[in-house]
């Protein structure tokens, strides 16, 4: 049986339009599910979007809408970006779906059988944007370092998880990498905030306008990142399909931005060791993109388009350009200048340039082709694909993709090596294996690539 790989993306938000940002996460999985595929294993990738909560509520208020079609509409644009970016989920989740909030109310009631939740009082600042507690720790000169407004203070009943009973559990899930937390500096701040200790948290909240009911407590909904987190089980038929969920289960990978890994890395996995499931196998927390300097965000109002963009360039562009330009787990900056800097330096002069090069070539002494010079090619392309199979395991994009522009260069060099323009005079056998060499080396240029830039491959 082939091995199975089960890749999950946060699902987003449906209170604006998909941005660079949530593209990046998507397209990454995107990337990594093609890989896999062709590595003849059994892959399942999911994404989707989150649409319970106040902020949710606020949005449709505001466009004056009605909150099911408002989520309705957005989720859609959510599901038309990732079509236009040529990314191929084998699901789309919606946390409005029957199927979700039944598998939530399930899984609710085995936490309160769990014995891990008791009713109590919280007394706290609460930050709308986030759908999050926060803590005066948390802020920066009082309002939210991400989203610069003030959290509102709030008191009120509340169910609770007994989540400070998993501090020891959950650094021994981690230290024996049971539980893989990368880059090793998210890993680092995940063990350091739990040596301070953990403390309880909400489940509920008795004010929330658009939430699923606590099936046990008519006057609580549900706290909407409990609901949110379990889309990762109720998507592949948690307590409807067991043999789907338990041959899935857990994931292979959740991939998010590093501001949510104390809900994946230390929320998420208690959870699913209160009600006997095993935590996911490795959460990847990548950086962030900034725009001269600045985190982009919906609510900063300072994000790029990711569509209008593929529609100017390309598809294929914007999906190299997302993951070439810096490492996957760092922060960088970045501008529709340098997209057009890295487009015509690496696509047109670089990838266009030596495919058109080496092809006009063929089609001009195509008669003359036969067989690859077997050991240079052999050489070449297997440490090429080795260096690649260990950037890609690794979830270095860019490293990745710097392999594949080693071998374009490799190409461009045979060429001066050889001339075949002289070849075709003095040496038609040699041109031959020259320019069969060449195309086998676009072949295989051609597989690498394909995970990345599937239709340019």
């Known amino acids: 049986m082939a091995n199975k790989f089960y890749v999950t993306t946060p699902i987003y938000y449906v209170n604006d339009k998909p941005h660079l940002g949530s593209a990046y996460t998507t397209l990454a999985a995107d990337v990594l599910a093609r890989y896999h595929r062709h590595l003849g294993e059994d892959v399942w990738f999911l994404t989707g979007t989150a649409e319970h909560g106040d902020k949710i509520a606020g949005s449709a208020a505001k466009a004056g809408q009605e909150v099911q079609a408002f989520v309705d509409e957005m989720s859609a644009k959510f599901s038309v970006a990732w079509d236009s970016l040529n990314i191929e989920p084998d699901d789309f989740i919606r946390t409005t779906e029957p199927r979700h909030v039944a598998a939530v109310i399930k899984f609710f009631n085995k ?10 009082i919280y007394e706290g600042l609460y930050c709308t944007p986030h759908e999050a507690f926060l803590k005066e720790t948390d802020l920066v000169d009082g309002v939210c370092p991400d989203h610069k407004i003030a959290p509102e203070r709030v008191a009120e009943n509340n169910w609770f998880f007994k989540l400070s009973d998993y501090a020891e559990p959950l650094r021994q899930l981690i230290e024996s990498n049971e539980l893989v937390i990368a880059p090793a ?11 301070r200790g953990l403390e309880d948290i909400s489940i509920s909240r008795p004010r929330a306008k658009f939430a699923i009911p606590l099936p046990w407590d008519e006057t609580q909904k549900i706290y909407v990142w409990m609901d949110e987190l379990f889309n990762y ?18 994931a292979d990978l959740h991939l998010m931005g590093k501001d949510i890994i104390k809900f994946h890395c230390v929320i998420w996995p208690a959870l699913l060791l209160a009600i006997g499931e095993r935590p996911p196998k490795q959460v990847f927390a990548h950086g962030f993109f900034t725009v001269n300097g600045q985190k982009m965000s919906k609510t900063l ?17 914007v999906r190299f ?16 200048e340098r997209f057009k800097e890295r487009y015509n330096s690496h696509l047109a002069n670089g990838l266009g340039n030596v495919v058109s090069r080496v092809l006009t ?11 690859p010079e077997s050991d240079t090619l052999a050489t070449a392309t297997a440490e090429v694909w080795a260096n690649y199979h260990a950037a890609m395991a690794e979830l270095q994009f860019d490293a990745a993709i710097g392999e594949i522009w080693r071998l374009l260069s490799l190409a461009d060099g045979y060429v001066e090596a050889h001339k075949p323009w002289e070849l075709a005079k003095n040496n038609p056998a040699k041109l031959g294996t020259v320019l069969a060499t060449l195309v086998e080396i676009l072949r295989q240029v051609g597989w690498l690539l394909y995970p ?5 491959a």
Request: net charge negative; hydrophobic share 40%; aromatic share 12%.
């Open 185 to 195: 500096g998210r890993r680092n701040e995940v063990l350091a905030f739990l040596s």
């Open 301 to 317: 109002g300072n994000v790029i388009d990711p569509v209008e963009l593929a529609a100017d360039y390309g598809v294929d562009a």
């Open 321 to 336: 350009f997302l993951l070439s330009e810096f490492a996957f787990g760092a922060d960088g900056d970045i501008s529709v």
């Open 111 to 120: 936490l309160k059988a769990s014995g891990q939740v008791y009713k109590g």
């Open 233 to 250: 089980c109720s998507a592949i038929g948690y307590g409807v399909d067991d043999e789907k969920f338990r041959h899935y289960w857990p």
């Open 361 to 371: 070539l063929v089609e001009k002494y195509r008669d003359q082709v036969s067989t």
């Open 452 to 456: 990345i830039m599937p239709a340019t």
